[in-house]
């Protein structure tokens, strides 16, 4: 415990996240790229048509199979393919949305992870129902740790000035 301690201390306080605890995004000559699993807040951002949703579904798929509870807020759509994973539910196609309050008991029970597909609700249904749903899952996270994980698609729509203000992990 002293030597770690004294390590931590060298480090600055930073705890370095050991490889099976990060998410691989690529790789180069250079080395690796990776993100850790937990305990981190992640933007993805980037010209249009770059990649973006690409990236968090990347991320989205390798955090799921490591047994992560994820939560997306999917305003186009885009991540209704990760429902192919076990243990993934995709609202709003087949299964209707369910109430913003009622998002974090559906996590609660199962080791379920949730893609919320919002693409058939207007631009203002969206926004209210992605505030109302990230302070649902907020105190839900607060009080239980899950969902480990809250990716919000297409951030821009709902983050301008006067957007919901709370904490949230994966953005693009």
Same mark, same amino acid.
């Given at each position: 415990?002293?030597?770690?301690?004294?390590? !931590?201390?060298?480090?600055?306080?930073?705890?370095?996240?050991?490889?099976?605890?990060?998410? $691989? !995004?690529?790789?180069?000559?250079?080395?690796?790229?990776?993100?850790? $699993?937990?305990? #981190?807040? =992640? #933007?993805?951002? /980037?010209?249009?048509?770059? *990649?973006?949703?690409? #990236?968090? *579904?990347? =991320?989205?798929?390798?955090?799921? /199979?490591?047994?992560?509870?994820?939560? @997306?807020?999917?305003?186009?759509?885009?991540?209704? @393919?990760?429902?192919?994973?076990?243990?993934?539910?995709?609202?709003?196609?087949?299964? $209707?949305?369910?109430?913003?309050? @009622?998002?974090?008991?559906?996590?609660? /029970?199962?080791?379920?992870?949730? #893609?919320?597909?919002?693409? /058939?609700?207007?631009?203002?249904?969206?926004?209210?129902? @992605?505030?109302?749903? !990230?302070?649902?899952?907020?105190?839900?996270?607060?009080?239980? *740790?899950?969902?480990?994980?809250?990716? =919000?698609?297409?951030?821009?729509?709902?983050?301008?000035?006067?957007?919901?203000?709370?904490?949230?992990?994966?953005?693009?």
């Amino acid at each position: 415990v002293a030597t770690y301690i004294r390590r !931590l201390f060298e480090r600055g306080g930073a705890a370095t996240t050991p490889p099976r605890h990060r998410v $691989a !995004l690529g790789g180069c000559a250079e080395g690796d790229a990776a993100i850790p $699993a937990s305990g #981190v807040d =992640v #933007v993805v951002s /980037g010209d249009p048509r770059v *990649g973006k949703s690409w #990236v968090s *579904g990347l =991320v989205a798929e390798q955090l799921i /199979g490591r047994g992560y509870r994820l939560c @997306v807020l999917d305003p186009e759509g885009d991540h209704t @393919v990760l429902g192919r994973l076990p243990e993934v539910l995709v609202f709003g196609d087949d299964l $209707a949305l369910p109430a913003a309050e @009622v998002v974090p008991q559906l996590m609660r /029970g199962e080791r379920l992870s949730l #893609v919320l597909n919002l693409s /058939g609700l207007t631009p203002r249904a969206k926004t209210a129902y @992605v505030a109302a749903t !990230l302070a649902a899952l907020e105190a839900a996270r607060a009080a239980s *740790g899950i969902p480990h994980w809250i990716i =919000v698609d297409e951030a821009h729509y709902f983050f301008r000035d006067g957007g919901p203000h709370v904490r949230h992990d994966l953005r693009t």
